[in-house]
């Protein structure tokens, strides 16, 4: 019995300290310096969340579809381990898309998982809220699964009703994406070519 | 006479020595190959063994050193002493100081099994009044040669001298001379900070001598000295003044112009880099010069440029370049030799970085530890954004940015398959863009870099250079995250 409540104890001191070693701060009031000592980059102000939801951009028998959600305290760990990738923790956008080009689905990802980041179905769209941004737009990292890069871009809320406990309601946003330049020594650069639509307009779908 | 086998002469003299074969003081007067140093007629001259080959002056105690002291062979590039003087005299580059009745040569010293902690030189010295001397000068830095621009060094150091002299039987046997004299040069200001070696384009008016003298009660002439060393054998020097060169009694000091080990056969712990001066290198070369105008001017797609260095018959660098066009947002290279410097550019204002991009650090991390480069690499970047952005990043650490990059880059390069994502690409990616992304203005990109640099504990240093890369300035972070150049002097 002595044993146990020692045990206890040790683990709520335990417990205790790793609570207060991590700091959480929020997503809208945070810096480079803070990614540190597991710190908790946590969404309190709601600035993920009028991205969330499914997004369609429609030209003639070419769509492509965009499906977003929040995924809380991301930080995925390495390949086969359990050491985390990352020294904090952050609310982030996730999601998949599909591409319809003349009425042939080129690549859909839509059914895409969230708990494996190393699994070849997990969301391929990873999307950060950066503070010193804009405050409707996310930085985004996109595989593009038919050529096998990944692409940078962003997503920007362009257009939105303005509710009255001045929330917004979207409407439109902008979609881009493109590869992110470098040199590449001893080792063979990524095709150039992008097989998913580089700027499109989106349409927030009800 | 005292043969060479059983001591050596050893001079604990401390001096600050500027060597310059190139610095701006020489550009004053040089003028082909003529002998354009001229101080109480003293010339010095820069040759070669093909120069001299034919100079009786030279050859012949050359000739004789090579012969006499078990000798197996000489050529153009150097001849071979085995056993006790068991090395090869680089003749690449001769330093010749010579006055109307006596004249000095200078050669590098190489040994089989490179010295750890010296580099050496022979000095033949003919004179019209005594015997034909040659002295085996050892050179100890006391602290890492600081490279210069254009092959030049300073350096502090202690030096041995082995006196060698050979008599008619061909046996080996020593005199030395008692001083040893170094012709300075204190362009531009005529102060002490300013002193460094005699370059061969040195003001007159800025030439002076340093004279080291060693212990010895010499009566000169041909006579060997009698030498007052001390119990660990080692002869202790200090300095003296106003002797005047050439042999005999109190006037047989030696003139000689210390060729520090250069090149890529010379321990590497001899150096130490000065960044400042080894951009100023690139910006002197009008080639290179002309390579960066090229990617700066360049619209389409990203180039990359890859220099290699060699060092001339002057000690000077000379680069050659490799020009390699990339697509529109990247550039691949094969690199297995080893490389001075690269420059590549991002040509689209919109969606490319005005700095370095993540990309573009992951390959200063393989560069890094592929072993073809050192810690004098730069990797420079010119864009076309804004008004264009001109940069160079130098390592300030370069063990601590292999040390970051082993962590930070830790599964950047697997490759998983075109339907996975590399979340660790996407994390580091994420990171970096919250300091440097294509929507900032290039000021902020300048300070985010630095930002990350200081943060992440990198061990790169950032330089930017003026639009005619002229002029290279250290960039400062300051606290309020703004940045301040500091340009280099």
Known sequence: MKTISLALISIFCFATMSCKAQTTISLSDFSSGDLKNDNYIKDTNGVLDP??????????????????????MYNPTYLNSSERINDYYSD??????????????????????????????????????????????????????????????????????????????????????????????????????????????????? | MKNI?????????????????????????????????????????????????????????????????????????GSYMEETYNFTIDSTIIKEIKTDKYVSYTMLIRRDRIPENYFENLVIEVTDTSDT???????????PIQKKSHGSFIFDFNFNVIPIQYDENGKASITVGCRLAVDYCNWPNGTDDDAHIAGEGCTKAYIYQEYYELACNDGGGSSPGNYNYSP??????????????????????????????????????????????????????????SE???????????????????????????????????????????????????????????????????????ALYVLAGSGFIDDSYAHILVTNQGSGTQYALKFDDMEAFETWGDTFFMGWDLDLGPDTKNPIKESRENIYELDVNPENSNSKNESGLLKFIEAQGLGLELYETNEDFSQWSKIILNNDETTSPDPCQ
């Open chain 1, 92 to 206: 982030v956008i996730i999601g998949g898309y599909k591409y319809i080009e003349n009425g042939q689905v080129i690549v859909n990802t839509l059914n895409y998982t969230t708990q494996d980041a190393w699994s070849s179905d997990y969301a391929p769209i990873f999307g950060s809220f950066h503070n010193n941004g804009s405050q409707y737009k996310i930085y985004l990292k996109v595989q593009d699964e038919i050529i096998g890069k990944l692409l940078t871009g962003h997503f920007e809320i362009t257009q939105y009703l303005t509710l009255p406990n001045d929330d917004i309601s979207p409407i439109e946003a902008t979609w881009r994406v493109w590869n992110r330049e470098g040199i590449y020594i001893n080792e063979e650069a990524p095709p150039s070519e992008i097989s998913i639509p580089e700027e499109i307009v989106l349409q927030k779908m009800p």
């Open chain 2, 232 to 289: 660990t054998g080692y002869y202790s020097g200090y300095n003296s003044s106003d002797p005047t060169p050439g042999g005999g009694y109190w006037g047989n000091s030696t003139h000689t112009q210390p060729i520090t080990c250069y090149g890529l056969n010379c321990p590497e712990k001899f150096y130490i880099s000065n960044p400042c001066d080894e951009l100023q290198e690139i910006s002197n070369d009008t080639d290179y010069v």
């Open chain 2, 133 to 143: 001397k040659a002295y085996i000068y050892q050179y100890f830095p006391n602290s």
């Open chain 1, 51 to 72: 991205f969330i939801g499914t997004w369609k951009w429609t030209n003639g028998n070419s769509e492509f579809t965009v499906v977003l959600e929040k995924k809380e």
């Open chain 2, 292 to 362: 960066l105008n090229d990617l700066e001017n360049a619209t389409a797609n990203e180039t990359l440029v890859i220099a290699s260095d060699s060092t001339d018959l002057e000690g000077n660098i000379v680069f050659t370049f490799e020009n390699i066009p990339g697509g529109e947002d990247q550039v691949e290279a094969t690199i297995n030799a080893s490389i001075h410097s690269t420059a590549h550019n991002h040509t689209d204002a919109d969606d490319q970085l005005s700095v370095f991009s993540l990309s573009d650090l992951y």
């Open chain 2, 5 to 77: 086998s059983s001591f050596s002469v050893f001079g604990i003299i401390l001096f600050l020595i500027v060597v310059t074969g190139f610095s701006s003081c020489e550009m004053d007067d040089f003028e082909g190959d003529l002998p354009i140093e001229n101080n109480s007629n003293i010339k010095i001259t820069t040759k070669s063994y093909e120069d001299l080959k034919f100079d009786s002056k030279f050859i012949l105690p050359f000739t004789e050193i090579a012969n006499k002291i078990k000798t197996s062979s000489y050529t153009g590039r």
